[in-house]
């Protein structure tokens, strides 16, 4: 009873603070948003570089009906000679799909998962000039595959080049992982000179700590509000969930053991009183995870497991969220603002992001 009435009065302390703590004037060098606020309209401090330069934002258009499955929901060029102007045009490097249509299920696998994946969606149509090659027709298409040596009826290849076709990074065959394209594509904005956005480079980190089988560690505290808002922020960390295990309130923290450890993890936050438990079994999950996040209208956006950790632990911190978002995320987060009493869904917790991101766009 003790514990439960402490974590009222942090959290409801919190809230307080949220409600009477005054923002700071619009033309100071500092944000700071409420967790009980609406989202702030301007720009955070620490803004992506996507956020900053409308040269690199995206529109999204509707995609034709026709769009075989194999080629996800990226909107391609059918040319190389069209994509090549663009890239002459644009400056932008050229991000060529040999792909096989209609296709195997290596092919439509590839359309279905890392190929409709919103936010590799939004890099490959916002830094880069799409075109899609047939590896199993004739005429410009077998012309393309003949210039870089790709054979025909092949699983997915992608290759980023400039418009002189010299090839920028190693060219990608692993169909079986988005993690290849995703890398592929921030180095590839390295070597020309673009930053990558905050947004890829946390999809980056989340999908290798995947790959590289990510380790678990519970630890328990007086609040699991405050807790995973506390590990969330921790670089190595990329999935947190409150709940309750032997009676006590706790956090199940999933991280990259090649970035950090469990030793690491209780040695920072075992001055904060969290302390980590001899093991992980027996866990129940809260109802009401991200708790800070939930408070706010950012709860109605799609998000990866790292991106709702950071946006979670900034909100707890009264600091705007947006640095870690996506463009095509902030101005759905807009839209929510503009339309408050529209049936927008709650989208923290959901794993498949391709599949939220649809349901969110249909609203």
Same mark, same amino acid.
């Given at each position: ?23 700071? @004037?619009s =033309?100071?060098?500092?944000q ?9 309209s301007?720009?955070?401090?620490h ?7 409308? #040269? ?10 026709s769009?075989p ?9 059918r ?13 932008k ?6 792909q /096989? ?19 590799i ?9 799409? #075109? ?13 595959? $003949?210039?870089?040596?790709?054979p025909?009826?092949?699983n997915?290849?992608?290759?980023? #080049?400039? @418009? ?18 995703v ?21 980056e980190?989340?999908?290798? +700590?995947?790959e ?26 990329? /999935?947190?969930?409150?709940?309750f295990?032997?009676?006590k309130?706790?956090? $199940? ?10 030793a ?13 438990? &001899?093991? =992980? /079994? ?6 009401? &995870?991200?708790y800070?996040? +939930?408070?706010?209208?950012y ?5 990866n497991s ?21 463009q ?6 807009? $839209?929510?603002? /503009?339309?408050?009493?529209? @049936?927008?869904?709650n ?17």
């Amino acid at each position: 009873m003790k514990v439960i009435l402490l974590c009222f009065v942090v959290s409801f302390s919190l809230l307080a603070a949220a409600f009477f703590i005054p923002k700071r @004037a619009s =033309n100071q060098n500092t944000q700071t948003m409420a967790i009980s606020d609406p989202p702030v309209s301007n720009p955070p401090v620490h803004q992506s570089p996507l956020h900053q330069s409308p #040269v690199h934002q995206s529109p999204v258009h509707q995609l034709p009906s026709s769009q075989p499955i194999e080629l996800g929901q990226v909107h391609w060029l059918r040319d190389l000679d069209a994509g090549r102007t663009e890239s002459q045009k644009s400056g932008k490097p050229i991000l060529i799909l040999f792909q /096989e249509v209609p296709g195997c299920s290596n092919c439509t696998r590839y359309g279905n998962t890392t190929l409709s994946h919103p936010l590799i969606v939004e890099a490959i149509e916002t830094f880069f000039v799409p #075109v899609c090659i047939f590896n199993n027709k004739g005429g410009k298409d077998a012309d393309a595959l $003949k210039l870089f040596g790709e054979p025909a009826w092949n699983n997915p290849v992608v290759r980023i #080049v400039r @418009a002189d076709n010299q090839d920028i990074v190693l060219r990608m065959p692993n169909f079986n992982s988005s993690l290849q394209l995703v890398n592929g594509m921030r180095r590839a904005l390295d070597l020309t000179g673009t930053t990558a956005p905050l947004y890829l480079e946390l999809l980056e980190e989340e999908l290798s +700590a995947r790959e590289a089988k990510l380790e678990t560690a519970t630890f328990s505290m007086y609040c699991f509000w405050t807790g995973e808002g506390t590990f969330g922020a921790i670089p190595g960390v990329i /999935e947190t969930e409150p709940g309750f295990q032997d009676g006590k309130e706790v956090v $199940k923290v999933q991280f990259d053991p090649t970035v950090t450890s469990r030793a690491d993890l209780e040695k920072l936050t075992l001055p904060k009183s969290m302390t980590a438990c &001899p093991k =992980n /079994e027996g866990f129940r999950s809260d109802r009401e &995870p991200k708790y800070y996040l +939930a408070q706010t209208d950012y709860r109605f956006i799609p998000m990866n497991s790292l991106q709702a950790c950071r946006a979670n632990s900034l909100v707890g911190k009264r600091q705007s969220p947006d640095a870690v978002l996506s463009q095509r995320q902030l101005d759905l987060l807009k $839209k929510v603002n /503009e339309s408050p009493k529209k @049936a927008w869904k709650n989208m923290i917790g959901r794993k498949d992001l391709a599949a939220a991101w649809v349901e969110v766009s249909e609203l």
